[in-house]
């Protein structure tokens, strides 16, 4: 109760006081997907336990963008003002970014960027749609305190695993989606972590999972999530699987090779004058054009 306390309290400061260690040199990293990347870690009928673990406490080295687009002191729930429909809980964002810090300390600060809305399928995720223009909006806004977009942690395909039509168009919707983040955030081999599968609300999990470990991308890296623990739901990863996650997808991260074109905010003025349109035709042209339409 004592740390319930205490975290709540640092929430409170957080939100009071302009956060003098955003930056400029921090490392952002984009969270989306649906609900297991939102985080439901803890969470039972709609209500969320409180209990953090440790691998998640708040560390002065680690921000989250906030729904109206400032820098504050990140704490769990990481997605709740995010991904506000149902109760949020432990994340793997968190101990994502612990893990990191303890094994990479040139990382610096870590900035995160909360974009992930639970039970939403890969299709409403294509580009022009507002849960993408929403995460591009939020990447951009990232930048203009300063810092580098140095990845983008994936963890979605659970509602694309009832209906056969959507499980059998997953790759192409899912490739296309990459390749479309990468060109409007004018970062061509942006470093992805996507997660496998551990569950799925219909019997195409396998399906779906076979794409997802079969996706063949520059600088993509993929965790497996099965054999993690479940929430009694049988859907949602529990906390602990959610900290265990953190680690895998850092560990991951760290075989990426950066960005050969990192998009900092003193790069945006130069960037911004190069047509996003010819920079995705070169771009398609550079990966060998593999968007799919």
Request: glycine residues 10%; aromatic residues 8%; charged residues 15%.
């Amino acid at each position: 109760m004592l740390l319930l306390y205490l975290s709540y309290a640092i929430l409170w400061i957080s939100s009071a006081v302009p956060v003098v260690i955003a930056a400029a040199g921090k490392s952002i990293f984009i969270l989306a997907g649906q609900s297991n990347m939102s985080g439901r870690g803890g969470v039972v009928n709609d209500t969320w336990d409180n209990y953090i673990p440790p691998e998640s406490y708040p560390n002065l080295a680690i921000l989250r963008l906030s729904a109206d687009l400032n820098w504050q002191l990140a704490t769990e729930p990481l997605h709740r003002d995010i991904d506000t429909a149902k109760a949020c809980g432990v994340g793997p964002g968190m101990a994502f970014a612990s893990s990191l810090l303890g094994k990479d300390s040139s990382v610096g600060v870590v900035g995160l960027v909360p974009c992930a809305v639970g039970g939403t399928n890969i299709s409403q995720w294509a580009r022009g749609g507002e849960l993408y223009k929403q995460l591009i909006r939020r990447a951009e806004a990232a930048l203009e305190g300063g810092g580098t977009i140095r990845g983008l942690l994936w963890f979605q395909g659970e509602s694309d695993t009832v209906n056969r039509e959507d499980a059998e168009s997953y790759k192409t919707r899912l490739q296309n989606f990459y390749l479309h983040v990468r060109a409007d955030l004018l970062l061509p081999v942006l470093p992805i972590i996507q997660v496998a599968l551990a569950s799925g609300e219909g019997e195409y999990v396998e399906m779906v999972r076979e794409w997802q470990l079969g996706m063949d991308l520059v600088n993509l890296r993929t965790v497996d999530a099965k054999g993690l623990s479940l929430e009694p739901d049988g859907l949602h990863l529990t906390t602990p699987s959610q900290v265990s996650l953190g680690h895998m997808l850092a560990n991951a991260f760290l075989q990426t090779r950066p960005s050969a074109l990192a998009l900092t905010s003193g790069h945006v003025s130069r960037l911004t004058i190069f047509p996003k349109i010819l920079f995705s035709g070169l771009f398609a042209n550079f990966l060998g054009s593999r968007l799919l339409f």
